[in-house]
């Protein structure tokens, strides 16, 4: 018998080794066919011209790249997109906050309010939209009827390019909102007790305690959702899809609806171009999540 | 999975068709036209399967699937059509062309009026006139101008099934408020405009509770009216003469209607809904707009809808010396050659021929609202009794008969047809919001959508 110290024999060592691979395999394989083969695919499609059914055709090397940066189109795309992950973001993480510190507070209901606010989370984004195009639309619409009322002309809520965006956005601030109250719910739930208890003593109270108690120590909880709300607003399809098609005059359409468009809308079957852009899409998420554990995580107080 | 297992499917089914091809060289009835005779389904030993690939929904796809279950009961133990839903008609050319590459295309397959071009580049399909010409049939029962619209070189490329027109849809409750008669609706954009300004109603807050005109922004009624103008909308007379390499919608007519469309809207005059058709239906079915420009294949669900009389008018000229007239618009049938055995060809024609006989049509005529490809079929009974029920029905047939077949009311056969449409639509917004003038934004829209065209036409060759 060896002792415990003694290094284990080879041919043990290769049957643990061979286990542990048997026990990887299933995710090795899933993540293989669907992931890096996907993403080595998408690479290829990108440096190739499309026949007819958008199978790759010739080789072209960096042309649909070079294509896209002199495009004034694509340029506007990358600027709609960012302003869609700003208006989407900001206020989605900010309002959840708000409200999970509103309801800190000793509120009778709170219960019942907690359970209301986190109810969007069970919506699908597809129904969402359509409850949304519902309130939005311009003649019939809910928005402009309460409008009205106060004496304010109608809004294109939908049709006027300056608002396109900003309502879309509102729509998926109220989609997110619902995950981001229960991860923030979470997380004010898992302070330790003694400190608040530390904190009220020591007089802390509303705002004070707030700012120097209960939102540093959400700081893990704050900063997984500014990645994952990023990362969601980035990849955002089906409320552009339902509620504007990237319309009006292109004003709506990020990064992910001009890649669908490319590849897929109006009988094009661009698969060259859209993959070129789905590379610039993986890009800029990468560099997003990047900068923001470079940064923001720097920040971040894990208890 | 799905994919890889159709595509073994397709592998079967094409080497099955290898091993008849090679074995049945002495009954071989398949000649290089590619429609094989009627021996070819007697020469098929159980059932033939068809699979049908369509994007017909609600009250459509009902009156579809009571067709397709009528015809495979003729046919029990030979054919069996399976109808397989496949969203929208982007959609579905979308999954057309990814079993295009995999080799494993439905047998029929519905796409719209502006695929035409695009599904004769493919070389995936059999013209439905290779059948005709096999069987010595007779297709004078299509209705003309329908069989235009489908026709190259004199030759019907597919078998038109559900075709639609654009009216002018009135609210005449609406037009006898404003002391008009709805039995004289305007027949140029000029009068639709003034009349629009009259149909317009403000409460006393100053709010609009009534636009005088509103239609989705929708390419296919610009399409419209240049044809109604007997402008064509691309080169190559309409890309019936050749293929076509050029558009020619920005042109002044075309910046013309563009302009009348955003001035009505920045008037106040029109409701701007957007593109998508169903909020521009909303709000005609919900009286907040009185003159409306639709397809044919809706009216019924309006007149079940709305809560006042729906009265139907022509689609209007874009001036009272319009020489042209509308476009069909729909979809039609295709039947898929490569990769297909004979009993499998012979059985889709079958099924298309079932599909546009008389008596079909004109219960897909009165269970939808498109109109009979097959003439005769306004001669069936129920048609007839029908016609005398919804009298607004007659004005769509009045104006087909009255559109004499030209390479303008034929429509432009392009490959990118769908994403010119698109930029026309995105022409229209930018004239509205203001920031380009109608010509500016139409040459622009002609500007970019040329290398689209450009590189379609060098990948078909």
């Known amino acids: ?303 | 999975m799905k994919r890889s297992a159709r595509a073994l499917a397709a592998l079967l089914v094409s080497g099955l068709a290898l091993t008849a091809c090679s074995s049945s060289g002495s009954g071989g009835s398949s000649d290089e036209s590619g429609a094989p005779a009627a021996s070819a389904l007697d020469q098929a030993s159980g059932v033939t399967t068809v699979e049908f690939w369509h994007s017909m929904t609600g009250k459509n796809a009902e009156a579809l699937t009571a067709l397709v279950n009528q015809f495979n009961a003729a046919h029990q133990g030979k054919i069996e059509v399976k109808p397989l839903f496949q969203g929208t008609y982007d959609d579905l050319i979308a999954k057309y062309k990814a079993s295009v590459q995999q080799k494993a295309t439905p047998a029929v397959v519905q796409v719209y009026d502006i695929g035409t071009r695009f599904m004769i580049d493919s070389k995936q399909t059999v013209p439905a006139q290779a059948f005709a010409d096999k069987d010595g049939l007779s297709l004078d029962d299509l209705q003309a101008n329908i069989r235009n619209y489908y026709s190259v070189g004199g030759k019907l490329q597919s078998m038109p099934f559900n075709s639609s027109m654009p009216l002018l849809y009135l609210n005449d409750d609406a037009f006898k408020e404003a002391g008009l008669d709805p039995a004289k609706p305007p027949t140029t954009l000029a009068e639709l405009g003034d009349m629009a300004k009259k149909l317009t109603k403000k409460d006393d807050s100053g709010k609009t509770v009534r636009y005088g005109f509103g239609a989705a922004i929708y390419g296919w009624f610009v399409e419209q009216l240049l044809a109604e103008n007997g402008a064509l909308y691309c080169d190559a007379e309409n890309g019936r003469s050749g293929k076509a390499g050029k558009v020619a919608f920005d042109s002044a007519k075309g910046a013309e209607i563009v302009q009348w469309w955003a001035d009505l809207v920045k008037g106040g005059y029109a409701a701007n809904t957007g593109r998508q058709t169903p909020d521009a239906q909303a709000a005609f079915k919900a009286g907040t707009v009185a003159m409306h420009l639709e397809s044919t294949g809706v009216l019924r669900g309006y007149t079940e809808a709305a809560k006042f009389t729906v009265g139907t008018a022509p689609f209007p000229k874009t001036a009272a010396d319009d020489q042209g007239g509308p476009i069909i618009g729909g979809a039609s049938l295709w039947i898929s050659g490569p990769g297909h055995s004979d009993a499998q060809k012979r059985a889709s024609w079958e099924f298309e021929k079932f599909l546009t006989s008389p008596e079909q049509q004109a219960a897909w005529h009165t269970g939808t609202g498109y109109f009979p490809v097959n003439s005769k079929a306004l001669e069936v009974p129920a048609d007839k009794e029908w016609l005398g029920k919804f009298p607004q029905f007659q004005t769509a047939i009045d104006q087909l008969k009255a559109t004499k077949p030209t390479t303008a009311t034929a429509g432009c056969l392009l490959g990118v047809m769908p994403q010119a449409r698109k930029g026309v639509e995105t022409a229209i917004e930018q004239t509205i919001a203001g920031t380009k003038t109608a010509q500016q934004a139409l040459a622009d829209a002609a500007k970019e959508l040329q290398p689209a065209i450009e590189s379609y036409n060098s990948s078909v060759g």
């Open chain 1, 1 to 303: 018998m060896p002792t415990a110290s003694s290094p284990p024999e080879p041919r043990r060592r290769f049957g643990e080794h061979g286990l542990a691979w048997a026990f990887l395999l299933p995710s090795v394989v899933v993540f293989a066919l669907f992931i890096i083969y996907p993403l080595g695919r998408t690479f290829y499609l990108s440096a190739h011209a499309n026949d007819l059914f958008g199978a790759p055709s010739k080789y072209v090397g960096m042309k649909h790249y070079t294509d896209l940066l002199s495009s004034a189109d694509f340029r506007t795309t990358l600027v709609t997109t960012a302003l869609f992950v700003l208006f989407t973001v900001v206020p989605g993480v900010l309002g959840a906050l708000l409200l999970v510190l509103l309801m800190e507070g000793r509120i009778r209901g709170v219960r019942f309010l907690r359970s209301a606010f986190a109810l969007p989370f069970a919506f699908s984004v597809a129904s969402a939209s359509v409850v949304f195009s519902v309130f939005y639309n311009p003649a019939s619409g809910v928005l402009n009827g309460l409008l009205s009322h106060v004496g304010l002309g109608p809004v294109g809520w939908l049709t006027d390019s300056q608002y396109a965006l900003i309502s879309i956005a509102v729509s998926t601030i109220w989609m997110n909102l619902g995950y981001n109250v229960l991860v923030l719910s979470a997380g004010i739930g898992s302070i330790p007790g003694e400190v608040l208890e530390a904190a009220r003593l020591d007089g802390a109270s509303g705002l004070r305690l707030a700012r120097s108690i209960t939102v540093p120590m959400l700081g893990p909880s704050l900063f997984f959702l500014v990645v994952i709300s990023t990362v969601n607003a980035l990849q955002s399809f089906g409320q552009i899809h339902i509620l504007t098609k990237g319309g009006p005059d292109g004003s709506t359409r990020t990064l992910v609806y001009s890649v669908y468009e490319k590849a897929f809308a109006y009988g094009s079957s661009d698969f060259g171009t859209a993959s070129a852009q789905a590379v610039v899409l993986m890009v800029v998420v990468l560099c997003c999540t990047a900068v923001q554990f470079g940064v923001l995580e720097r920040k971040v107080h894990y208890a």
